[in-house]
């Protein structure tokens, strides 16, 4: 299992997590939670950016034409900035630890 998602601030000055559970990160399961998240955010404007690491899945044919069809602006993290390394790791340990609390409602 994995929770695929996104922290931002939302017209109206509210910060948002906006999140999904899927099996597992792959194209099918990175194309759901933008269209998941597209609905949730609504962007009237194309200034939207949503900041990845550079999972294979994030990089596929089939997310990149869907986010070229809305107002999604799809940005990459550069390989190993270590600035950033330090959000990496504090999403790996939130994710397992809502893992771990989500497992028992499944």
Request: glycine letters at 6%; zero cysteines.
């Given at each position: 299992?994995?929770?695929?998602?996104?922290?931002?601030?939302?017209p109206g000055g509210r910060t948002r997590f906006i999140y999904k559970v899927a099996k597992r990160t792959n194209k099918e399961?990175?194309?759901d939670f933008l269209k998941?998240?597209?609905?949730?955010?609504?962007?009237?404007?194309?200034?939207?950016?949503i900041y990845t690491d550079n999972h294979s899945a994030h990089h596929s044919h089939v997310v990149r034409?869907?986010?070229?069809?809305?107002?999604?602006?799809?940005?990459?993290?550069?390989a190993y900035s270590s600035p950033l390394s330090v959000q990496e790791r504090v999403w790996s340990i939130?994710?397992?630890?809502?893992?771990?609390?989500m497992s028992h409602f499944s």
């Open positions: 299992m994995t929770i695929l998602g996104a922290v931002g601030g939302i399961s990175v194309l998941h998240f597209k609905r949730k955010v609504r962007p009237k404007k194309k200034m939207l950016i034409d869907y986010v070229a069809s809305t107002r999604l602006d799809l940005r990459f993290l550069p939130l994710k397992a630890h809502w893992a771990k609390h």
